[in-house]
Structure formats: structure tokens, C-alpha cells
């Protein structure tokens, strides 16, 4: 089991921004497709889960249809640490996130019905204030 440590979470302003943090002390990240996926707690299903972004080894990157324009993946191949940046938060933006490695090519990790998630970590929270 790959470990993933995601960081960056907490209480965030109606409209702010966050950068969540993704890494890894198992694994070379930019070696993988690593994605990001966002799980609301009320929504504890497997299929409750939303995939934000994901980016390939090779570096392409994909984002879901409802966020592009509000999110930016990123890696820091030096640091070994993959990024989510979001802008504009909105009041549908909280949930816990989970930086994964990805099976799949990215282009199935993103999206309301996202698959290909192998392991992940444990989260970080996002909670949004009004």
C-alpha cells in the first residue's frame, strides 16, 4: 500500500482560494498519474466520490467539466508534492480531498463517476464559510 499524505485543508472563505499539498514518502509522484478526488461526508459511498483533477506521468493534466477555470493541478518534482489550487470557493467546494495514485490513464479520474483510484491518504477537510 502506496502511502499518500494530503495537507492544505481548513475553514476557507466564501470566494477564497487554497492550494491543497499531495506527498509521498513511498513513492516518486511524477512517476505516477497521481489524482485528486473530493468526497463529501455525507456522502460516504464509493460512488459519492468526485474526481477534482488528476495529472498523467507524462504531464498532461485533466480537470472535471464543473471546475475547469477554478482549479489547477501541479507538481513540484523537486519537492516529490503534487498541488490543487482552487480558486473561488464556493459552498458546494467542502468536502474531505484525497490525492490518489491513479490505475487509469487521467482522463477516467475526473468527473462525477471518476474510477481508477488505487490508494490514497487520508484526506484533508475543506470546510467553506459564508
Known amino acids: 500500500q502506496v502511502q499518500l499524505v494530503e495537507s492544505g485543508g481548513g475553514l476557507v472563505q466564501h470566494g477564497g482560494s487554497l492550494r491543497l499539498s499531495c506527498a509521498s514518502p513511498?513513492?516518486?509522484?511524477?512517476?505516477?498519474?497521481i489524482g485528486w478526488f473530493r468526497q463529501a461526508p455525507e456522502k460516504a459511498r464509493e460512488e459519492a466520490r468526485e474526481?477534482?483533477?488528476?495529472?498523467?506521468?507524462?504531464?498532461?493534466?485533466y480537470y472535471a467539466d464543473s471546475l475547469k477555470g477554478r482549479v489547477n493541478i501541479s507538481r513540484d518534482n523537486a519537492k516529490n508534492m503534487v498541488y490543487l489550487k482552487m480558486n473561488t470557493v464556493k459552498p458546494e467546494d467542502p468536502a474531505v480531498y484525497h490525492c490518489?495514485?491513479?490505475?487509469?490513464?487521467?482522463?477516467?479520474?475526473?468527473?462525477?463517476?471518476?474510477?481508477?483510484?488505487?490508494?490514497w491518504g487520508q484526506g484533508t477537510q475543506v470546510t467553506v464559510s459564508s
Open positions: 474526481g477534482v483533477s488528476c495529472v498523467n506521468s507524462d504531464g498532461s493534466t
Open positions: 513511498d513513492i516518486t509522484l511524477n512517476t505516477y498519474n
Open positions: 490518489a495514485t491513479v490505475v487509469l490513464t487521467c482522463v477516467y479520474a475526473v468527473g462525477p463517476h471518476a474510477i481508477g483510484f488505487a490508494s
